[in-house]
């Protein structure tokens, strides 16, 4: 018998998981910025706190983590990453930056371990999880709505070492691409739950989840995101056969026919026809599988190790620069390791 999807009750892992996410879904706006063009982000030092709190309080997990298959693939990659870095004719700056870099996945990894540890423990509800998660979506939907209406020109931010962009939403992630990704995968888990509309206790709910979910439809589109539209489509249909419901497939053809009523205003970035971006990602995944030695052909340059002093500013500038490799991440995952 299916139970009724219902609003998570408050715990004390709701509070946190709350702040934390609402901390998420300022994206950029959270970043403390560093020396050596690296950042931080507070959300992250949230993360460090409560994994520090749950070494010492409970090593169940930890355990069970560490004799896991997935466990022991970590740790092999940690080692194989050190010993590359040790390979590597770097500055000490370098090589610090390529370990924080490292502990900083390693973080990200076992946080999410965490929090499966706590649904399976019964100390946090899955539902919740899945309500605090949609929620922080939700707020990045309608900062970058707010963002598009009342800030469209964001070209200032290059300034600051963000792309330049025009008449399109980025909301507090600062760059269209990251936000549609985010934005595609609020609205497929939405779109999941919408569908069986049956499984929401109250109207109320199924109301509040419907303009929520078209919201982020709506913050989707004004993204001009190719890569998301292509991403939002992979996902409709992966809907359609998994629960073979033909609303799915409707949703699809109603996005695809949207795009083409969007403004089409005078900036590069809202015609979905334009080729320089396409034309730089392929020049940048081109230069990551130009190996200059037989040593980085095996070990690669080492981890995060294109992310140097010399990265902070752009050449001859004083503007900052974020790039950290390849946007590709399997070329960035060969080019590194």
Same mark, same amino acid.
């Given at each position: 018998?299916?139970?009724n999807?219902e609003?998570?009750p408050?715990?004390?892992?709701?509070?946190?998981l709350?702040f934390?996410?609402?901390?998420?879904?300022?994206g950029?706006?959270?970043?403390i910025?560093?020396?050596?063009g690296?950042?931080?982000y507070l959300?992250e030092?949230?993360?460090?706190?409560?994994?520090?709190?749950?070494?010492?309080?409970?090593?169940?997990w930890?355990?069970?983590?560490?004799?896991?298959?997935?466990?022991?693939?970590?740790?092999?990659?940690?080692?194989f990453?050190?010993?590359?870095?040790?390979f590597?004719?770097?500055?000490?700056h370098s090589?610090?930056?390529?370990?924080l870099?490292?502990?900083?996945?390693d973080?990200?990894l076992?946080f999410?371990?965490?929090?499966?540890?706590?649904i399976l423990r019964k100390?946090?509800?899955?539902?919740?999880?899945?309500?605090l998660?949609?929620g922080?979506?939700?707020l990045?939907?309608?900062?970058?709505?707010?963002?598009?209406?009342?800030?469209p020109?964001?070209? @200032? %931010?290059v300034?600051?070492?963000?792309?330049? $962009?025009?008449?399109? !939403? #980025?909301?507090? +992630?600062f760059d269209?691409? =990251?936000?549609?990704a985010?934005l595609?995968?609020?609205?497929?888990l939405?779109?999941?739950?919408?569908f069986k509309?049956?499984l929401?206790s109250?109207?109320?709910?199924?109301?509040?989840?419907?303009?929520?979910y078209?919201?982020?439809?709506?913050?989707?589109?004004?993204t001009?995101?190719r890569?998301?539209?292509?991403?939002?489509?992979?996902?409709c249909?992966? @809907? %359609?056969?998994?629960?073979?419901?033909?609303? $799915?497939?409707v949703? !699809? #053809?109603?996005? +695809?026919?949207s795009i083409f =009523?969007?403004?089409?205003?005078?900036?590069e970035?809202?015609?979905?026809?334009?080729?320089?971006?396409?034309?730089a990602r392929l020049q940048t995944?081109?230069?990551g599988?130009?190996?200059?030695?037989?040593?980085?052909v095996?070990?690669g340059?080492?981890?995060?190790?294109?992310?140097?002093?010399?990265?902070?500013?752009?050449i001859?500038?004083?503007?900052?620069?974020?790039?950290?490799?390849?946007?590709?991440?399997?070329?960035?995952?060969?080019?590194e390791?």
């Amino acid at each position: 018998m299916k139970k009724n999807i219902e609003f998570p009750p408050i715990s004390i892992w709701n509070f946190i998981l709350l702040f934390f996410f609402g901390l998420v879904s300022l994206g950029q706006l959270e970043r403390i910025e560093l020396s050596g063009g690296r950042a931080l982000y507070l959300h992250e030092v949230v993360m460090g706190i409560i994994l520090l709190y749950s070494f010492f309080t409970s090593t169940r997990w930890i355990c069970s983590l560490w004799s896991s298959i997935r466990g022991k693939l970590a740790i092999l990659f940690n080692l194989f990453v050190l010993v590359t870095l040790t390979f590597q004719s770097s500055t000490v700056h370098s090589f610090v930056s390529s370990l924080l870099y490292l502990v900083r996945l390693d973080v990200y990894l076992l946080f999410g371990t965490f929090l499966f540890s706590l649904i399976l423990r019964k100390v946090l509800s899955g539902k919740a999880l899945y309500w605090l998660i949609i929620g922080s979506i939700v707020l990045i939907a309608l900062f970058g709505l707010a963002q598009y209406v009342f800030i469209p020109d964001t070209r @200032l %931010l290059v300034y600051l070492g963000w792309d330049n $962009h025009y008449l399109r !939403l #980025i909301s507090t +992630i600062f760059d269209p691409g =990251f936000a549609g990704a985010i934005l595609c995968v609020g609205a497929l888990l939405l779109q999941f739950q919408l569908f069986k509309k049956k499984l929401f206790s109250t109207q109320l709910s199924y109301f509040l989840s419907l303009i929520s979910y078209l919201c982020i439809i709506a913050a989707l589109l004004l993204t001009y995101s190719r890569a998301s539209y292509v991403a939002f489509a992979a996902g409709c249909l992966l @809907l %359609l056969f998994t629960q073979k419901q033909w609303k $799915h497939l409707v949703v !699809l #053809i109603l996005f +695809i026919i949207s795009i083409f =009523f969007l403004p089409r205003l005078a900036s590069e970035g809202t015609r979905l026809e334009r080729t320089a971006s396409i034309a730089a990602r392929l020049q940048t995944d081109q230069q990551g599988l130009n190996q200059h030695s037989l040593q980085e052909v095996f070990i690669g340059q080492g981890w995060y190790a294109t992310k140097k002093d010399d990265t902070q500013y752009s050449i001859n500038t004083f503007v900052p620069n974020h790039a950290s490799g390849p946007e590709n991440t399997y070329i960035f995952f060969y080019t590194e390791t």
